[in-house]
Every structure is written in C-alpha cells, then in structure tokens.
C-alpha cells in the first residue's frame, strides 16, 4: 500500500466519523425536539391550564439585557477586532504582499492591522451595548480600546518584572 492510498483512506475514515457522530447528534435533537413539540400540541387542545414546561419558560427572558452586558459587548468587540485582523492578515498573505523570505513582516503587519481594526471593534461593541439598553456607549469603545492591550501589558510587565 503506497503513501497516497493510506492518505485518502484516513480522510475518508475520518469523515464517515464525523458524518456518523452528526447523525446522532441530529436524530437525538429530532427527538427531543418531537418529544416537546408533542407535549406542547397536547397541552395546548386541554381546556384547563397546566403549569408551563420545558422552553415556554424561556420565553420571557429572550430579549432581556444581560447583568454584565457591557463586560459581553467589550468581549465582543474585541473578538472581531482580533478576527477582522486575522482575516486581513491571512488575505494580505495570500495574495502575496507578505513574503516568508521577510522576517517580522507578518507581525508587523498583524500589529499595523489590529490597530486598524480598533475602529471596527469600538463600533460592533458600542451597537452591542446600545442594543443592550447601554447609555454610556463613549466609554464602552474606549474599555474596548484599552481592555485586551492593558491586560496583555500588565502581564508581559509583571512578567518581565519576575525574569529580570
């Protein structure tokens, strides 16, 4: 059996894994989801009331703000900050302009791109927090601007500190 042969078998093999696994992922969702649905239905055509189960119960709390919303919206911005520079750098790289041959070119442009990205990130974390019922949506982009460098200095800090 040559190399490429072990190869395709492996990918194959991996793949009827994972579309076995969905499968039984989705067929125990079906029947769950068949099981509430019936309970449901069958709740609904009694004239009396009964007690509300299971996902009625949710209803209320959908739309309602969370307790830390702000702390959410600053992860939030961050996180498409750190995507939307991930993706920018990934393009940048395979369309060419960062070459291998080049060191530090990727880290530079990574850092050039993360602060580019800053504006993004205080927009997606302000409309978050707005939709949240925020009213101090100013200081939500500037904790979104200072979070994620403040912590990542503090740390390099304390730990230079600890090793020099």
């Not at 709740?43 to 959908?62: A, I, M």
């Not at 911005?77 to 041959?101: C, E, K, R, W, Y």
């Not at 080049?102 to 990574?110: C, E, I, K, Q, V």
């Not at 791109?113 to 707005?130: E, P």
């Amino acid at each position: 059996m040559t190399d490429v042969e072990i190869h395709w078998f492996s990918i194959l093999n991996s793949l009827m894994i994972v579309l076995f696994l969905t499968g039984m992922v989705a067929m125990i969702m079906l029947r769950t989801l068949y099981r509430d649905i019936a309970k449901y239905n069958a709740l609904d055509s009694q004239e009396d009331p009964t007690e509300e189960s299971g996902w009625k119960l949710v209803h209320g709390d959908v739309f309602r703000p969370p307790q830390k919303g702000s702390l959410l919206a600053t992860y939030v911005g961050i996180g498409v900050q750190l995507i939307s520079m991930l993706v920018v750098t990934l393009l940048f790289a395979l369309l060419g302009f960062l070459s291998p041959a080049s060191r530090g070119a990727l880290m530079t442009a990574s850092v050039v791109t993360y602060v580019l990205m800053g504006g993004i990130a205080g927009y997606a974390a302000a409309r978050l927090y707005k939709a949240f019922r925020g009213e101090q949506w100013k200081q939500m982009t500037l904790r979104t601007a200072f979070l994620f460098p403040g912590v990542l200095f503090g740390t390099f800090f304390v730990l230079d500190l600890m090793l020099w």
